[in-house]
């Protein structure tokens, strides 16, 4: 198994341009999310999706939009980028949501925003 | 929203020594989890914890689920220099499904 994967790892962007980071995982996994980190900063949770046709906003969804038609992707997209949201973004999945489900994350897109 | 605080939020220390940090909320957990976190890669995860008062081992990482269910705690022995990096905690509550991560603790091990 791949786990899961995250394109593109690196991504230098305008503002006010758009894009999407994708992530895909191979696990069969219900639950995905997508998080950001900054630095001297946990993860905070942007969206999250708990099966293909359902999403939700987590803790800081605004500048962000998701989608999830399948249940292996969960594309994030960033509809006009500001300097606010460079970060790193990791994405993360796990079989179910519920309580004792661990999640497995991504190796992250490093994202700038000028 | 709910939030974690981990200590300490950095630490240095001699190869060999063994290194303890802590994460509390001040909420009720169902879950607690450790990740460590390499420069430029993604969180991994180290240990889940399930039940209050568990007491689990990974090599020479171990963690417990405190018996009020609100803090756990991370130990390392013999520290060695691939230990370097960032541990998270991470905590699901009794009200939600989504994880909420602590600010994380930078452990740098000098040879």
């Known amino acids: 198994n791949a786990g899961v994967t995250q394109t593109p790892k690196f991504q230098v962007l305008k503002t006010g341009q758009s894009m999407t980071l994708q992530c895909a995982q191979d696990?069969?996994?219900?639950?995905m999310s997508w998080y950001r980190q900054d630095p001297g900063m946990g993860l905070r949770l942007i969206h999250y999706?708990?099966?293909?046709?359902?999403?939700d906003q987590g803790e800081v969804p605004n500048g962000y939009n998701v989608s999830r038609s399948t249940t292996e992707d969960f594309p994030l997209r960033l509809l006009s980028a500001a300097p606010s949201q460079t970060s790193v973004y990791f994405c993360a999945s796990s079989y179910g949501g519920g309580a004792g489900e661990t999640q497995y994350f991504g190796p992250g897109t490093r994202l700038l925003v000028l | 929203g709910q939030q974690l605080n981990q200590s300490p939020q950095s630490m240095f220390i001699q190869e060999g020594e063994d290194v303890s940090m802590n994460c509390t909320s001040s909420s009720i957990f169902n879950t607690w989890l450790w990740y460590k976190q390499d420069p430029g890669e993604g969180p991994v995860l180290l240990i889940a914890?399930?039940?209050?008062?568990e007491l689990t081992s990974n090599g020479r990482l171990t963690a417990q689920f405190g018996i009020t269910r609100k803090d756990s705690f991370l130990n390392i022995s013999a520290s060695i220099p691939s230990d370097v990096g960032i541990y998270f905690c991470a905590g699901q509550s009794i009200y939600g499904q989504n994880f909420v991560f602590g600010p994380g603790t930078r452990l740098s091990v000098l040879p």
């Open positions: 696990m069969n996994h219900e639950y």
């Open positions: 999706s708990v099966g293909a046709g359902i999403t």
């Open positions: 914890l399930y039940k209050a008062g």
